[in-house]
């Protein structure tokens, strides 16, 4: 029998089971990566929805993707080692190729546009911050927590969980911090709405930044729902 989801479930629980439903989550702004221990409930509240409404589009979509039998990897029942690959063939490539581009985005639209829209001196300020944050973030996985976690899913020992459960933590934080920046830009982009009198470059780096939130996103939750659970 299909599971019917209702308020009670777990954000990050119900995109593991179901990944469609990031794209929902992403539409009406509940936080499904580093708030996504909480209940559903407390989401929609937060955001004053309509709690019928978001469970029925949920369980619509949920019922249709059963129904179409589509594939998908469930990487709550893969081998962390396995889902730490894939994070970095997709995610950190996505972000290493990306981040470069999108600051000189942000850069070019503040010089040609910062005079008559302000608010791109703290898209600037912001996006940078980020990106810092992002990069070290990545280092600090590939050469340090993600090899831990392989040797760890080969030799399991309490001494190695503990040293790798305190870096999980601190990485954890590390997402709260990087989440907290991206909705910042979002409200000051108001939600990458392009002005009226935007040229096409401000076009393509107010695309660009959308789709970085959603990259991140989709990211953290990969690793704050799942891959750390699973340690």
């Not at 893969?78 to 996505?94: A, F, G, K, M, N």
Request: aromatic share 8%; charged share 35%.
């Amino acid at each position: 029998m299909n599971k019917v989801f209702n308020i009670s479930d777990k954000i990050g629980q119900i995109v593991a089971i179901f990944p469609g439903a990031s794209n929902l989550f992403l539409e009406y702004r509940i936080d499904f990566c580093c708030g996504g221990d909480r209940p559903l409930e407390e989401a929609i509240k937060e955001q004053n929805l309509d709690s019928n409404k978001i469970l029925t589009l949920l369980n619509d979509r949920y019922k249709v993707f059963k129904e179409r039998n589509e594939e998908f990897t469930d990487w709550a029942k893969e081998r962390p080692s396995r889902l730490v690959d894939y994070v970095i063939e997709t995610h950190h490539q996505y972000l290493n190729e990306e981040l470069p581009k999108i600051s000189e985005l942000t850069l070019k639209i503040l010089k040609v546009h910062g005079k008559t829209h302000e608010e791109l001196f703290k898209v600037h300020k912001l996006f940078n911050a980020l990106r810092t944050e992002l990069e070290e973030h990545l280092v600090k996985e590939e050469s340090l927590v993600f090899p831990m976690i392989k040797r760890y899913e080969l030799e399991k020992n309490n001494d190695n969980r503990d040293k790798l459960l305190k870096l999980l933590n601190e990485l954890e934080g590390e997402h709260t911090g990087a989440g907290d920046i991206i909705k910042e830009l979002r409200e000051v982009t108001d939600h990458y709405i392009v002005p009226k009198d935007a040229c096409k470059t401000f076009e393509v780096t107010y695309r660009k930044l959308r789709e970085l939130e959603e990259d991140t996103f989709q990211h953290i939750h990969l690793e704050n729902n799942i891959l750390f659970k699973n340690i």
